[in-house]
């Protein structure tokens, strides 16, 4: 899409009559406030019935990113660029969905999504490891067309005939399933729609955009360039916990856009623990809900040692390190990572990540981070009678270990990063963003992002990034 009709579309584009349901001054708003606009049919443009046997669906994201001009004293083939931009980028996803074989303990879906994602990120996507605009695709010679996202089948196993109520979402159809209940799904897929997810800071549609903030960044989970892989994802829920496996294929080279098939050689595994209860005990209100997940992975690919990449330059091959050139088959690299959340009031809930990977072995799939915190928090418009708006802000500080800092000081560089040197100091981010509820299934948000020592080099920045984004629930 082009800049200028993105401009338009953000800017331009709020239908007149696209006012907040204002409550009366005298009367508390007490609905359950949805974590996401499918929860609720006034959400979404045009309504969607929740007890069809079908789902059809659509969201479109479009953000425009940019920044001024800032200190740099150098740059390198992967920085980012020192003399202002600005990008906008645009996803597209139609939800289909259709339960196979509908039965209250044995319910069936299967699931197709397809998606279109284009426009660009500021310097390519480069110069970051927390990126800050979770939409782009890391190689935008990809184009736009249209491909599918995900297809997978979804079996439920019921344990008992004790039925909750559960969210209807494009990855699941019921609205109501066993309390205890073994979940299965195979297919295409991406890992963060089921692990390591936050209500507070997960979607860049409607809340955080840096890629550090929406996703664990020592998590290098098993993803294409898009963010996609195949794999099975095996879930047992009770009524305050829940444990799931997943499985999945590698890329066949950092980043890239062919996964390997055959599992003996490259996987990437998958295990998380979830408790759903307050982690606040007495100081919050009984009904404040809490979460906590604990998650750990181990990958097996075709990965190289940091230390073998420099080790090699040293010894005279090369004009700087190579992380490709010492790959071996079979390379190990693993991690955890704990993610909670809580409500504090009716209207404010806070969350925390911490991330730690091995970091020897190159950083693969998803970013370039071996240590991450980040803790935050977002606010609802009650109290200014717009109840759907929302206000968040976060900070995350993320780290690499020795290996990797000598890797991108000699001139190596990784998917990411390289400025050709390094004055190595953590990359720490503030991002800030109000999201406002324009007219049923509309959204648009101001973000700002402060980075300083941004691709962990303190010679360089800091930098401010803004952007405005339009969110559409079809």
Known sequence: MKPALAIILLLVFIPAHAQEQEVPADQTYTAELPDSPSADPSLTVFPHPEKAPYLLAGQANIIFQGHGPFHSPYEGENSLLSR??????????????????????????GILNVESTGGRGISEALGLAGFTNLDVVRNPNLGSAPYISRVQLHQTIGFTSNLVEVERTPFSLATEAPERRLELRVGKMSMPDFFDINSVGTDSHLQFLNWTIDNNGAWDYAADTRGYTYGIVAEYVDKS??????????????????????????????????????????????????????????????????????????????????????????????????????????????????????????????????????????????????????????????????????????????????????????????????????????????????????????????????AVRMHVDF
């Open 84 to 109: 202002g931009e600005y990008k906008t980028s645009l996803v597209g996803t139609l939800f289909l969905g259709l339960q196979l074989h509908h039965n209250l303990r044995y319910n069936t879906d």
């Open 241 to 466: 916990w829940s444990a799931r496996y997943g499985v999945a294929l590698m890329p066949t080279v950092a980043n890239g856009i062919d996964l390997d098939w055959n599992l003996r050689r490259a996987s990437g595994q998958n295990m998380e623990f979830e408790l759903r209860r307050s982690l606040l005990g007495h100081l919050v209100s009984p009904e404040r809900k809490g979460t906590i997940r604990i998650l750990s992975f181990v990958n097996h690919a075709h990965m190289g040692l940091y230390r073998d990449a420099v080790k090699a330059y040293l010894s005279g091959i090369g004009d700087r390190p190579d992380i490709s050139s010492v790959a071996k088959l079979g390379a190990v690299k693993y991690g955890f990572g704990l993610n909670a959340e809580q409500e504090l009031t009716q209207d404010l809930r806070a969350f925390l990540r911490i991330g730690w990977n091995e970091g020897q072995h190159e950083s693969f799939a998803y970013t370039e981070v071996a240590q991450t915190v980040v803790f935050g928090a977002d606010y609802a418009g009650r109290r200014w009678l717009r109840p759907n708006d929302k206000l968040g802000v976060a900070f995350v500080s993320n780290a690499i270990k020795r290996d990797h800092q000598n890797y991108l000081a000699y001139g190596g560089l990784g998917f990411l990063l390289g400025d050709g040197r390094l004055s190595y100091g953590r990359e720490n981010i503030l991002e800030g963003y109000y999201t406002l509820h324009a007219w049923r299934g509309v959204f648009y948000a101001l973000d700002l992002q402060y980075i300083t020592n941004q691709g962990y080099n303190r010679d360089r920045g800091p930098v401010l990034v803004g």
